[in-house]
């Protein structure tokens, strides 16, 4: 009930950091949009009018952040048993995309301007001031954003964050711009526009690049998939392990894993073994969840037994060949093991006092075993009773 709590307690928390850096991050981009394009339009700058199309997706980008943190922090359902994380994941992909789509944009719109030089138009010296504005504004929502990032361990809140930091190295190359265009220089202030409109887009790609990594199944790094494969093999009762997967999930993962474990345990013990090599997981590392199967021998290398018949199919097969021989077990165990089955046959102890039947079995056995290619081992054990007690 506590472990409960504290995960939603945690979760809320998460919400409402997200929420109210988001939030600061919004009011900062308004204002910035308005001055840049405005500034920038009626002061016949190119550059500042593209950063400010940059802003003017940093706002868009808010409150897609804002928009994916409400629905991807609700419990799983029915439709969504692994929850709802991936929803950030496909936020950040629609940011990168559209950054793209901006960049690329821009890039044509100063490109046919610079094939008429003659039609570049100095400056107003108020486009420098909010150029300079914009820099420093970015720069301190970059590391604001970004520690809040960091302390809750959140890919989108970190994509934002560099967003702001791509703003604030666009708006330094803008301030260049504009600072080379009022000393003369007139080109450099388109020059500058093609710039940022190449950082847009550059920034856009790895954002949409790394959403689409996530969202194809792409595995966690390869120093946290070691890390959680010494977890699982430290855990008691573990002999090995193969066929470990990976994939991201959001901020976190899921994680899939084959475990092997003495093939004689008990169903119980080695269910018990996995739960526990689940937990060591699930408590040292940030995993949203994880399956471990149980296999008695690595099925990587070892004969697969899938093709072998049924329980009720095999103690069929047993008894037929024995012709009768085979008094009624109170108890079968079976292994099924690199291909064949090995049975441990629990016999009644009126049936071992019999020795002229105990021999005449164990005759049809060894002949039986000799040629069939389902069975490699049948053991006869005598069913001892014990004396006890249960627990009420």
């Known amino acids: 009930m506590t472990s409960s709590l504290s995960h939603a307690q945690h979760h809320t928390h998460r919400y409402n950091e997200t929420k109210k850096s988001t939030w600061v991050s919004v009011w900062v981009n308004l204002v910035l949009t308005v001055l840049q394009i405005v500034v920038g339009y009626f002061g016949r700058s190119q550059a ?36 709802h994380a991936r929803i950030e ?74 967003h702001a930091r791509s703003d604030a190295a666009s708006s330094l190359v803008v301030l260049i711009g504009i600072g080379g265009n009022l000393l003369g ?39 946290e998939v070691n890390k959680i494969r010494s977890t699982i093999k430290a855990t008691p009762g573990v002999v090995g392990l193969h066929e470990l997967r990976t994939r991201k999930m959001g901020d976190s993962g899921l994680v899939d894993a084959h475990i092997l474990v003495d093939p004689r345990l008990s169903v119980s013990e080695g269910h018990h073994i996995a739960e526990r090599a689940r937990k060591r997981v699930l408590e040292q590392h940030d995993i949203l969840d994880v399956l471990v199967h149980i296999d008695p021998e690595d099925d990587l290398k070892a004969k697969p037994s899938v093709h072998l018949p049924s329980r009720a199919e095999l103690i069929t097969h047993l008894k037929d060949a024995l012709q009768g021989a085979l008094p009624a077990p109170e108890r079968i165990v079976l292994h099924y093991l690199d291909g064949q089955v090995e049975a441990e046959l629990f016999l009644p102890d009126s049936f071992w006092s019999q020795t002229d039947q105990v021999a005449q079995l164990q005759k049809r056995l060894d002949q039986f075993l000799q040629s069939d290619t389902l069975f490699r081992v049948v053991r006869l054990h005598k069913l001892l009773h014990h004396f006890g007690a249960n627990k009420t």
């Open 48 to 83: 500042l009018v593209a950063d400010g199309l940059h802003s003017l997706s940093d706002l868009i980008a808010d409150f897609l952040v804002l928009y994916a943190n409400l629905k991807s922090h609700r419990s799983a359902d029915v439709t969504h048993p692994y929850g």
């Open 89 to 162: 994941t496909a936020a950040t992909f629609l940011l990168g995309v559209m950054l793209v789509a901006l960049g690329l944009g821009l890039l044509w719109n100063a490109g046919m301007k610079l094939q008429d030089p003659k039609a570049i138009q100095a400056v107003h010296v108020a486009t420098l001031y909010i150029a300079l504005l914009t820099l420093i504004s970015k720069e301190l929502l970059f590391r604001y954003m970004m520690a809040i990032a960091k302390r809750l361990r959140s890919q989108m809140l970190v994509a934002n964050a560099w």
């Open 185 to 223: 220089m007139r080109f450099l202030d388109l020059i500058a526009a093609v710039l940022v409109a190449f950082m847009i887009a550059h920034m856009g790609w790895k954002m949409a690049y790394q959403a689409l990594s996530e969202l194809i199944d792409t595995a966690l790094d390869e120093n």
